[in-house]
Every structure is written in structure tokens, then in C-alpha cells.
T-cell receptor, first 113, second 118 residues
Framework: SQQGEEDPQALSIQEGENATMNCSYK?????LQWYRQNSGRGLVHLIL?????REKHSGRLRVTLDTSKKSSSLLITASRAADTASYFC?????????????FGQGTILTVHP | GAGVSQSPSNKVTEKGKDVELRCDPI?????LYWYRQSLGQGLEFLIY????????KSGLPSDRFSAERTGGSVSTLTIQRTQQEDSAVYLC????????????????FGPGTRLLVL
């Protein structure tokens, strides 16, 4: 199976609720990134967390990283209908000298108004 | 400045034909990546260019796939003798070199080319 696997595969919530998505990976990493994709088009970078960091915030986003469990979570608080999209985690392997990213399968988030 | 651009946005071709997909990275970005995304799947790495170094072609699925980057800027991904399983969205991303070694780089993606092989 792939590095960077997300769960759940799909998540459906009401506006105002929080959404939590999880990502697991298999090998050591340099950093882990979360991206958002609307309608199967280009990805937009949301947040990057380095292997020596445990938690990071950006607006309504909160990312945690547990390197001992090789897992990360993305929390979107007070969700909005506009947050409806696919969310992917991507890992940059440790020791590589360039930014090749390995992506997970993604979580499809639907926020109902 | 402008972001990463890709053309065409959509391409429909017949099995067996060759196709060329183009990527214009962000000006000044020396690293360029091609990914493929099949329906409902995550991104699959295809190839990576960094400056004048030899490209990393380890992700190309077959010898029907090739890519080049002229003048360190525009890149073209060519698929020869297309097959139906080549149908996917092909995404290009670029990033600057500066942050690459510090683990704080961000990849900027283009809108992708949706390829359909009939």
C-alpha cells in the first residue's frame, strides 16, 4: 500500500462542525504537507509540518504530527460549505535532496450548508 | 506573478495517437515535477527536473512516456501511442530551490490537463 494513506476516504458533515482527517505513512520523513483539491484540478498547499514539529496552526486549520506512530491529522474547525474538497497528505522522505512528494489517496470532505 | 500554467486544459485523443502536454512553471522556479492522477486516486509521481541536473525519471510508467524541459523553464510531457489506461489528469508543479534542503518547500501546482483516450 502507498505511503501517506488517509482516512476516512469520505467525510460528510454539517456547516459549523469540525472535520478531522488522518494520514498514516510508512517510512521516515523530512516533512508532511496537506493539500486541498477542488473538482479534480490543481492542488493548493495548505500547511507543512516538519518532522521535528508536533503541531501547527493556520487559521481554522490545525495539523498534528506523531512521528512515533507515523501519523498526522488535519483538523478544520467551524467548517464552511466552501471547505468541500478533497484533501491529500503528502510526505517528503527523509534523506532525499529534493522535494519529491508521495501522496495519499485523499479524503473527500463534503460540508452541507 | 502568474502561477503554474498548463495546456491544454482538456485533451481527447484516439488510442494509438501521440499527445504533448505543456507546463509553464512559475518564473524563477528551477524545480519542476509531473504527476498523474487517475480518477478518484492520489497523485502518482512521474518525473522531476532540477536545473541542469539529469532528470529523475523513476516514476515514468513505460517507455511511451517522456518529458523534456527546454531552457530550464517550459516542460513538455509526451505520451506516445496512447492507451486507454493513460486517461488521467496530468499535473505539473514547480518550486524554488532555496527551501528544498531545509524541508520547508511548497510545491505550486498548475490546474492540470485532463486527458481522455478513447
Amino acid at each position: 500500500s502507498q505511503q501517506g494513506e488517509e482516512d476516512p476516504q469520505a467525510l460528510s458533515i454539517q456547516e459549523g462542525e469540525n472535520a478531522t482527517m488522518n494520514c498514516s505513512y510508512k517510512t521516515s520523513i523530512n516533512n508532511l504537507q496537506w493539500y486541498r483539491q477542488n473538482s479534480g484540478r490543481g492542488l493548493v498547499h495548505l500547511i507543512l509540518i516538519r518532522s521535528n514539529e508536533r503541531e501547527k496552526h493556520s487559521g481554522r486549520l490545525r495539523v498534528t504530527l506523531d512521528t512515533s506512530k507515523k501519523s498526522s491529522s488535519l483538523l478544520i474547525t467551524a467548517s464552511r460549505a466552501a471547505d468541500t474538497a478533497s484533501y491529500f497528505c503528502a510526505t517528503k522522505a527523509g534523506g532525499t535532496s529534493y522535494g519529491k512528494l508521495t501522496f495519499g489517496q485523499g479524503t473527500i470532505l463534503t460540508v452541507h450548508p | 506573478g502568474a502561477g503554474v500554467s498548463q495546456s491544454p486544459s482538456n485533451k481527447v485523443t484516439e488510442k494509438g495517437k501521440d499527445v504533448e502536454l505543456r507546463c509553464d512553471p512559475i518564473s524563477g522556479h528551477t524545480a519542476l515535477y509531473w504527476y498523474r492522477q487517475s480518477l478518484g486516486q492520489g497523485l502518482e509521481f512521474l518525473i522531476y527536473f532540477q536545473g541542469n541536473s539529469a532528470p529523475d525519471k523513476s516514476g515514468l510508467p513505460s517507455d511511451r512516456f517522456s518529458a523534456e524541459r527546454t531552457g530550464g523553464s517550459v516542460s513538455t510531457l509526451t505520451i506516445q501511442r496512447t492507451q486507454q489506461e493513460d486517461s488521467a489528469v496530468y499535473l505539473c508543479a514547480s518550486t524554488s530551490v532555496g527551501g528544498m534542503m531545509q524541508g520547508n518547500e511548497t510545491q505550486y501546482f498548475g490546474p492540470g490537463t485532463r486527458l481522455l483516450v478513447l
